[in-house]
């Protein structure tokens, strides 16, 4: 059976399961099992190649002591050995000295939830999982691989956790042109399952790497946060199908939790690629850890003030955002103000609707700036769509291949682009323009007339996304009144 028939019959078994409820659940709950599965086939390997290995898991939890044999405990005593004591376990490890593989499964299954509530069917699962992967078999590891990526394509259609996956094409296609080299360090501060960082981990494996001691400074290189527990589970199984051994990079965390200030130079990194969650509002309180210029609970605006801060001088970053961000007013100005005083906003490409189907049919760009000069002109690229397409679907998803046009066109920031010319879907706008038009970047393809949608969907996202704005006025205007009234009560300013 190969693995992708050996996932489907596992998900078959959880759909019997009362206790699992829709696709994330089915979802969290393999990928959980599926973790404990790798790090028992790691550890085999591991244990091969150094006798002095020792495991970080107590004996009895071990997968191999309470799982693999498809003889062992099920009904009510293995419901009750997971609930009870391997879940309990598991989320109490320690680092034994310099190991600090414990610390790893502890955060994994900080949040990680035993949906099932039959131990009869948990063990039909167990059984398929055991018989049917096998990570230390090459052609398995790399099936699983693919499988894994469809597993988080799955993950996108299911509810609202469609903001957890950037489609793969854009990833590959940002990570090629920021081209991270091998010790540069690369962090996206609001990770998801770990789209980019895999993507970023396999462009220097096949530019960089040449010797055990590159794979350690590649290894060594990655950083991730991810704020909730099902994506940052999904990420942290992700480094290991990638072969990072001790993924203690991917941290369980809010990177918005944290003053701005607070990050000081030693924490600034050379790349960053990134797609923050837009059109969510973080919770009360979140924003004053930010400026009062850049105050704001758009969740898209306080990461982009935090990747300026979080930049090296002459780092570069690549980012997802959307069309609200390019013409958004108030706090927004001022931000787009910031990023084009400190950094090179080199290259706007506009993505048509469709990529982030069937999630969100708002539009989006790719944003490419690097830290340390300010923006002389924006170059913009409209990406089209594939001939014969008139959107993207699950069946028909957009394909790397795509951005070949742009990789021809694109040239070199050493010579400031010099190479680069206008052409029907490629123009080039100065900075006096955009200060003249106050910082309003959504500055259509001039060789296109004017097209007006009626499409619904693009229509309710474009209400979303301005009633999204309308309340940020509403937030702003609060913050301005409970200022202006502390003031007038008489502390200090």
């Known amino acids: 059976m190969s693995i992708s028939s050996t996932i489907k019959s596992i998900q078959d078994i959880m759909r019997k399961d009362v206790g699992v409820d829709g696709d994330a659940q089915r979802i969290g709950q393999l990928v959980w099992l599926l973790f404990l599965k790798i790090f028992d086939d790691r550890e085999q390997e591991w244990e091969m190649f150094n006798d002095d290995y020792r495991s970080p898991i107590p004996e009895p939890l071990r997968w191999r002591n309470w799982a693999a044999d498809p003889e062992g405990m099920t009904g009510d005593e293995l419901k009750d050995f997971i609930d009870n004591t391997l879940f309990p376990g598991l989320q109490q490890l320690q680092p034994q000295g310099d190991d600090i593989r414990g610390v790893v499964i502890r955060n994994v299954f900080e949040d990680a939830y035993n949906y099932m509530k039959s131990g009869q069917l948990m063990r039909q699962v167990i059984n398929r999982l055991q018989s049917g992967v096998d990570f230390n078999k090459s052609a398995e590891r790399h099936e699983l691989g693919e499988l894994y990526e469809q597993i988080l394509k799955d993950l996108q259609s299911a509810g609202n956790a469609g903001e957890f996956y950037t489609p793969r094409a854009v990833t590959e296609f940002m990570v090629n042109r920021v081209n991270p080299k091998l010790e540069e360090s690369v962090m996206d501060p609001a990770c ?279 309340q940020e006025l509403r937030d702003q205007l609060k913050t301005i009144l409970d200022d202006a009234l502390t003031r007038d009560a008489g502390e200090p300013v």
């Not at 837009?278 to 850049?294: H, K, L, Q, R, V």
């Not at 080199?346 to 539009?363: D, E, Q």
């Open 192 to 470: 998801g399952t770990g789209g980019f960082l895999t993507c970023t981990i396999e462009h220097k494996r096949r530019h960089y790497v040449k010797t055990p001691q590159d794979e350690q400074t590649l290894q060594n290189s990655i950083h991730g946060v991810e704020k909730k527990p099902l994506p940052h589970l999904l990420a942290t199984t992700n480094m290991i199908l990638h072969g990072i051994e001790v993924p203690n990079q991917i941290r369980h965390d809010n990177t918005l939790a944290r003053p701005l200030r607070d990050w000081g130079p030693k924490e600034r990194v050379d790349v960053i690629v990134a797609n923050p969650p837009f059109g969510g509002m973080e919770e009360d309180g979140i924003e004053t850890n930010f400026p009062s210029a850049f105050r704001t609970r758009e969740t898209a605006d306080l990461f982009m003030t935090l990747f300026i801060q979080l930049l090296k001088n002459t780092g570069r970053a690549a980012v997802v955002l959307p069309d609200g961000f390019l013409f958004g007013e108030g706090m927004k100005t001022r931000l787009k103000e910031k990023l084009l005083e400190e950094c090179n906003l080199h290259t706007i490409v506009r993505l048509p609707n469709g990529v982030f189907n069937p999630y969100t049919g708002i539009k989006t760009n790719l944003l490419f700036f690097t830290k340390g000069q300010p923006t002389e002109n924006i170059w913009y690229y409209e990406h089209p769509y594939p001939e014969g397409y008139k959107n993207y679907s699950k069946t028909r998803p957009m394909k790397f291949a795509e951005f070949q046009a742009e990789i021809d066109w694109w040239g070199d920031e050493a010579d400031g682009f010099a190479s680069r010319e206008e052409t029907h879907q490629a123009w080039k706008v100065s900075m006096g323009e955009i200060k003249a038009r106050n910082y309003n970047l959504d500055i259509k393809n001039p060789w296109q007339g004017e097209t007006i949608t009626h499409d619904p969907e693009e229509l309710l996202a474009q209400y979303q996304q301005q009633q999204a704005e309308i």
